[in-house]
């Protein structure tokens, strides 16, 4: 049972490069989920996609862009990365109406020097 | 943004203890949930509460959705080594609005 994929695991970047985040679930939810996680902050809502074609901004999407690429797919894409975005980064699926019972990817520690 | 505050940050207990947390705002919440997060891991769903006063269990897990709206809790009876990780609470200002707010985390460490 594969339930949410993430890669990849760990990332370094250089300020100002590019790279996407990706993300599958096997579930046939159809909302999806990108969440990043901060020391003592929890984790908050950057983008979601409360089904197939549409998207949403959640509370910190300044520097992200997101693909809803089918009903399996949703992509994470950082143009210009940033030390600020640091951070550790989670993908996750609703099997809800309401999205709040979340399924969480393993998550994708990423670095920017 | 909407802030819900967890205490105590962290914990540490002697295994079989039991363990309570809470988690507070100064907005009413319609749902609560409690997430729990192992090492290395994405955050499993432990309980899910949609009602003003409810009680639910999960195992030795037992949460309350606060009479005021604005708050919840978690106990954990007879803890033991499995239970070491880090509790959320999140919660949705409307029940179905697909956004959740997260607190801030409780880490709970178990002495053997």
């Known amino acids: 049972n594969a339930g949410v994929t993430q890669t990849p695991k760990f990332q370094v970047l250089k300020t100002g490069q590019s790279m996407t985040l990706q993300c599958a679930q096997d579930?046939?939810?159809?909302?999806m989920y990108w969440y990043r996680q901060d020391p003592g902050m929890g984790l908050r809502l950057i983008y979601y996609?409360?089904?197939?074609?549409?998207?949403d901004k959640g509370e910190v999407p300044n520097g992200y862009n997101v693909s809803r690429l089918n009903k399996r797919e949703f992509s994470l894409r950082l143009e210009s990365a940033a030390p600020s975005q640091t951070s550790v980064y989670f993908c996750?699926?609703?099997?809800?109406?309401?999205?709040?019972?979340?399924?969480f990817g393993s998550g994708t520690q990423l670095s920017v020097l | 943004g909407q802030q819900l505050n967890q205490s105590p940050q962290s914990m540490f207990i002697q295994e079989g203890e039991d363990v309570s947390m809470n988690c507070t705002s100064s907005?009413?919440?319609?749902?609560w949930l409690w997430y729990k997060q192992d090492p290395g891991e994405g955050p499993v769903l432990l309980i899910a509460?949609?009602?003003?006063?409810e009680l639910t269990s999960n195992g030795r897990l037992t949460a309350q959705f606060g009479i005021t709206r604005k708050d919840s809790f978690l106990n954990i009876s007879a803890s033991i080594p499995s239970d070491v990780g880090i509790y959320f609470c999140?919660?949705?200002?409307?029940?179905?609005?697909?956004?959740?707010?997260f607190g801030q985390g409780t880490r709970l460490t178990i002495n053997p």
């Open positions: 579930m046939n939810h159809n909302s």
């Open positions: 996609s409360a089904s197939e074609g549409t998207t």
């Open positions: 996750a699926s609703s099997e809800s109406v309401g999205g709040e019972k979340l399924f």
């Open positions: 907005s009413i919440f319609n749902t």
């Open positions: 999140a919660g949705q200002l409307v029940q179905g609005a697909q956004k959740l707010v």
């Open positions: 509460l949609y009602k003003a006063g």
